[in-house]
């Protein structure tokens, strides 16, 4: 028997509302990054997460948030890739060669394309480069990094808090590696024409050339982004993306020891990420997945679908990883009518939530007579306190 098909039997034949192919329990890979997340870009399924949620400073990966914001404008019209903006006294001295941090070299009161500033910042994690955006967009880097929160409530990352647009340490500044993971996809997805800056392996300005900050660029296993940062409290961090033999992975670490050990868990993470899974179709479109209980309904039970097929992205070597549940609030009462949301079908990888696709009532059905009624509040006394 094929795995899809035993799937499918755990769930419609034997009518199961759990199927448990293993305890959720060891992750299927081992880092020595403190926090980890990592999805398949094209569906957002979860392929590892290791303590994704706890807040850290986002240091130069802050700057995913500040070009989101750029090129949100440039999508919209607000801003065009040759309008110029002047390099003002602050940002030099904080952004600029005076401040020892990464920098394009800006010259104090040039004026620079935007185009170069989005390659400054995205190459060479410039933060002259930041500021002089912030200034020239929002009047002030405040009134900018006001602005980088707001959008990412937007765009529905609900923690990500800003304080400036370069990602310098800074009291309140925060996210988590979901979020910036999360962020990452919505670059790569929303904004093609301009995701391609963060894969140039160099950028001169001001006749010097730096290469990438990004480390996984220069190693040729199909890295094309995105961010690296480091800071005191966080550690090392990295946000990386890699696309092969037509699957992109896209991760975000955080709290490696050093920028040498943050190159080679990135790599060995993602590189686990496009090699240790396969894409495999569990239910088609339109076909049953399983049933819930009806309360006070003509029929006990109401069948269930997706709205679509469903896919799963599956271990290739670690099967007896896999657990899935349907999950509702029930019983459901009755009447329910045919595309009612119900619940959903949620995955686990180890103990690794991988996805959840909501699932509909995929029939009606009314209210029952008098004795059926009579029946399931019965069954409600007695068996309803064990839920």
């Given at each position: 028997m094929t795995f899809r098909s035993a799937f499918v039997t755990a769930f419609l034949g034997l009518g199961m509302l759990v199927l448990s192919l293993a305890e959720a329990g060891a992750q299927l890979f081992e880092t020595k990054a403190a926090q980890v997340f990592m999805i398949d870009a094209e569906t957002g399924t979860v392929l590892f997460s290791k303590d994704a949620d706890k807040p850290i400073q986002p240091a130069s990966m802050a700057?995913?948030?500040?070009?989101?914001?750029?090129?949100?404008?440039?999508?919209?019209?607000?801003?065009?890739?040759?309008?110029?903006?002047?390099?003002?006294?602050?940002?030099?001295?904080?952004?600029?060669?005076?401040?020892?941090?990464?920098?394009?070299?800006?010259?104090?009161?040039?004026?620079?394309?935007?185009?170069d500033l989005i390659q400054g910042v995205t190459v060479q994690a410039a933060n002259d480069g930041c500021i002089v955006i912030a200034e020239g967009m929002a009047g002030s880097e405040d009134n900018f990094a006001a602005q980088m929160t707001e959008r990412a409530r937007q765009i529905g990352l609900e923690t990500s808090t800003f304080v400036n647009s370069t990602g310098l340490p800074a009291d309140g500044q925060q996210t988590t590696v979901r979020e910036l993971a999360l962020l990452a996809v919505h670059l790569w997805r929303d904004y093609p024409d301009?995701?391609?800056?963060?894969?140039?392996?160099?950028?001169?300005?001001?006749?010097?050339?730096?290469?990438?900050?990004?480390?996984?660029?220069?190693?040729?296993?199909?890295?094309d982004g995105l961010a690296v940062g480091a800071s005191e409290v966080s550690g090392f961090g990295i946000v990386g993306s890699l696309s092969h033999n037509g699957t992109r992975v896209i991760a975000a670490m955080s709290g490696l020891a050093s920028d040498k050990e943050r190159a080679e868990e990135a790599r060995?993470?993602?590189?686990?990420?496009?090699?240790?899974?396969?894409?495999t179709e569990i239910f088609a479109k339109d076909e049953v997945v399983g049933e819930a209980q009806v309360f006070g309904g003509a029929k006990?039970?109401?069948?269930?679908?997706a709205?679509?097929?469903?896919?799963?992205?599956?271990?290739?070597?670690?099967?007896?990883?896999?657990?899935?549940?349907?999950?509702?609030?029930?019983?459901?009462?009755?009447?329910?009518?045919?595309?009612?949301?119900?619940?959903?079908?949620?995955?686990?990888?180890?103990?690794?939530?991988?996805?959840?696709?909501?699932?509909?009532?995929?029939?009606?059905?009314?209210?029952?007579?008098?004795?059926?009624?009579?029946?399931?509040?019965?069954?409600e006394l007695a068996i309803g306190w064990l839920r």
């Open positions: 700057k995913l948030m500040t070009m989101e914001v750029v090129f949100d404008a440039i999508k919209s019209g607000r801003l065009k890739l040759d309008d110029t903006f002047v390099v003002s006294e602050n940002a030099w001295r904080k952004g600029g060669a005076p401040s020892g941090t990464s920098t394009m070299f800006a010259k104090l009161k040039s004026s620079i394309r935007l185009e301009f995701y391609r800056y963060y894969g140039q392996k160099e950028f001169a300005w001001n006749k010097i050339s730096q290469r990438n900050r990004n480390p996984l660029l220069a190693m040729d296993i199909g890295a060995k993470l993602l590189d686990w990420g496009v090699r240790s899974f396969e894409k006990s039970g109401v069948t269930l679908k709205k679509g097929p469903i896919d799963i992205f599956l271990p290739i070597t670690n099967r007896d990883k896999l657990t899935a549940r349907i999950v509702y609030n029930g019983p459901v009462a009755a009447p329910v009518e045919e595309g009612q949301p119900v619940g959903a079908l949620r995955v686990w990888i180890g103990d690794t939530l991988s996805q959840e696709t909501p699932l509909f009532a995929a029939e009606s059905i009314g209210v029952g007579t008098l004795p059926q009624r009579a029946l399931d509040a019965v069954k």
